[in-house]
C-alpha cells in the first residue's frame, strides 16, 4: 500500500485499537499487572506503552509468541521482536504501541512504570 494512502490509522485503525488488541490478548493469556502508559504527545516512537508479567520465562515466551501470532492473524504487520532467547524480559515494536514483557524480578529492578510515568514537578525548589 503507497504510503499516501496511510493516514494515521493502522490496517484495522488507530493506535487505540491496536492498544486494546494488546491488552484484551494479555488478559486472555493470563499476563499479570498489566499496564499501559499513554505516550500520545510525549513520545515521537509510540502513542502507547504497555507493561507486563508473566510468571515464569517460559510463560513471558508464551506471552510473546501468541501476542506476536494474533497481532499478524488480525491484519496487523508482525511486530519486532528482541528478548526471546531469555525471555527475562521481551520487547515487542508493534509501531503505536510498544510491549514490555518482564519475569516480576526483571520487571521491579528495571521499574519503567515510574521511568515513563512520573510527571516533572514545576514546583520544585
Known sequence: MPAADLDETGPLGSSEDLEALVM??????K?????SIDLTGKSSVTDYMVIASGRSNRH???LADHLVT?????????PRVEGLTNCDWVLLDAGDVVV????????????LE????????ATQA
Open 24 to 29: 484484551k490478548i494479555l488478559d486472555d493469556d
Open 31 to 35: 499476563a499479570e499487572d498489566i499496564v
Open 60 to 62: 513471558v515466551g508464551a
Open 70 to 78: 494474533a497481532l499478524r492473524d488480525a491484519g496487523w504487520d508482525k
Open 100 to 111: 514490555h514483557l518482564f519475569r516480576p524480578e526483571v520487571r521491579s529492578f528495571y521499574d
Open 114 to 121: 515510574k521511568m515513563w510515568s512520573v510527571t516533572p514537578n
